[in-house]
């Protein structure tokens, strides 16, 4: 796949690094006017005691640089999903975030994903995202992901997406 970067599941010590990815992605949707996890709390809804939580149950994984080790994206992969009402073998997508000043790591952690997605037999690779984000909805169609459905969560509206995989 690139050879450049590893996928893993994170160590208990960069949980912090991956939180602060988060918070300077909120950062940067200030900067850019983006109103997203920014305006709804996001670091709030998921303060660093969830990504610690979702450490210890084994479902935080993470793209870092094979030769410095340094944390260049992250999420969180589950294989239970409520926000979609069918028992398809899938695997689930949520916080999803990449470093900022590091284009293309985020596609490089997605394709890892899927392929891990691939190995534990999963049928679809599965996420959702705000359903007023063009940019983002345009990132996700070119990766192969379809609209499947709508979400909501408190003031989040989002778009349900899916690949075969």
């Known amino acids: 796949m690139n050879e450049n970067y590893i996928f893993r599941k994170i160590k208990k010590e ?22 997203q996890w920014n305006v709804h709390g996001y670091d709030t809804l998921f303060p660093l005691s969830f990504y610690e939580k979702e450490c210890k149950n084994g479902n935080l994984y993470v793209l870092v640089n094979a030769t410095t080790n340094e944390l260049v994206s992250g999420a969180v992969l589950l294989e239970i999903d409520d926000r979609w009402n069918d028992n398809e073998p899938s695997l689930y997508l949520h916080n999803y975030v990449s470093k900022i000043g590091k284009s293309g790591v985020g596609k490089i952690f997605m394709k890892h994903a899927e392929e891990y997605a691939k190995s534990k037999g999963k049928k ?25 459905g709508k979400c909501s969560v408190g003031p989040y509206i989002g778009v349900l997406r899916q690949k075969e995989i």
């Open 124 to 148: 679809y690779f599965r996420l959702d995202s705000a359903e007023d984000n063009e940019k983002l909805t345009k990132y996700y169609e070119k990766q192969g992901f379809k609209p499947a």
């Open 14 to 35: 960069e949980v912090p690094i991956m939180f602060g990815l988060i918070l300077d992605r909120m950062e940067w949707m200030n900067e850019n006017n983006i109103k």
